[in-house]
C-alpha cells in the first residue's frame, strides 16, 4: 500500500484561465480549521521533519513544485508534488519531509485543526517508538 495518496481535484477551466474550489468535506475528506502557505524556500532549505499524533493535511503545490518524503516508520516514498489539482493527504502519524523547493513553489496546506504544538512528534526516533 502506498504511502502517497493524493486527491484530485477538478479545474474549472475556460479560456480565461483555471479555477480549482476546494470545499469541505467534499473535494477533501475533513473540515478544514486551519490554512497556510510556504514560499521563499531558500535553495538547500528542507521543511517538515516531523509527525502528527491527530493532524489530517492536503498539501497543494499552487505554484512550482517541491520533493516529499512520506515515512510511516516502515516505508519510505518520495513523490514530487507539482500540479495545482493534485493535493497529497498527510495522515496521521506519518512523518513527513519537504526537499527540492523550486523558487517559484508555493505550497498550499489544509489542516484539519488549529495549531497545536503538543500534537507534533519532532523527534523521529521518538516517532520510530510510537509507530511500533
Given at each position: 500500500?502506498?504511502?502517497?495518496?493524493?486527491?484530485?481535484?477538478?479545474?474549472?477551466?475556460?479560456?480565461?484561465?483555471?479555477?480549482?474550489?476546494?470545499?469541505?468535506?467534499?473535494?477533501i475528506?475533513?473540515?478544514i480549521?486551519?490554512?497556510?502557505?510556504?514560499?521563499?524556500?531558500?535553495?538547500?532549505?528542507?521543511?517538515?521533519?516531523?509527525?502528527?499524533?491527530?493532524?489530517?493535511?492536503?498539501?497543494?503545490?499552487?505554484?512550482g513544485?517541491?520533493?516529499?518524503?512520506m515515512?510511516d516508520?516502515?516505508?519510505?516514498?518520495?513523490?514530487?508534488?507539482?500540479n495545482?489539482?493534485?493535493?497529497?493527504?498527510?495522515?496521521?502519524?506519518?512523518?513527513?519531509?519537504?526537499?527540492?523547493?523550486?523558487?517559484?513553489?508555493?505550497?498550499?496546506?489544509?489542516?484539519?485543526?488549529?495549531?497545536?504544538?503538543?500534537?507534533?512528534?519532532?523527534?523521529?526516533?521518538?516517532?520510530?517508538?510510537?509507530?511500533?
Amino acid at each position: 500500500m502506498s504511502l502517497i495518496k493524493l486527491i484530485d481535484f477538478k479545474s474549472l477551466g475556460d479560456e480565461r484561465g483555471d479555477l480549482v474550489a476546494i470545499e469541505n468535506n467534499k473535494s477533501i475528506p475533513f473540515e478544514i480549521k486551519r490554512v497556510y502557505y510556504v514560499f521563499k524556500t531558500q535553495k538547500g532549505v528542507a521543511r517538515g521533519f516531523h509527525a502528527h499524533k491527530e493532524l489530517k493535511q492536503i498539501a497543494i503545490c499552487v505554484s512550482g513544485n517541491c520533493k516529499f518524503i512520506m515515512d510511516d516508520g516502515k516505508v519510505k516514498e518520495s513523490f514530487v508534488l507539482d500540479n495545482p489539482q493534485k493535493g497529497l493527504y498527510i495522515d496521521k502519524m506519518q512523518w513527513h519531509e519537504m526537499h527540492d523547493f523550486s523558487d517559484d513553489c508555493v505550497l498550499l496546506v489544509l489542516a484539519n485543526d488549529i495549531y497545536d504544538e503538543t500534537d507534533y512528534i519532532r523527534d523521529y526516533s521518538d516517532f520510530i517508538k510510537m509507530v511500533n
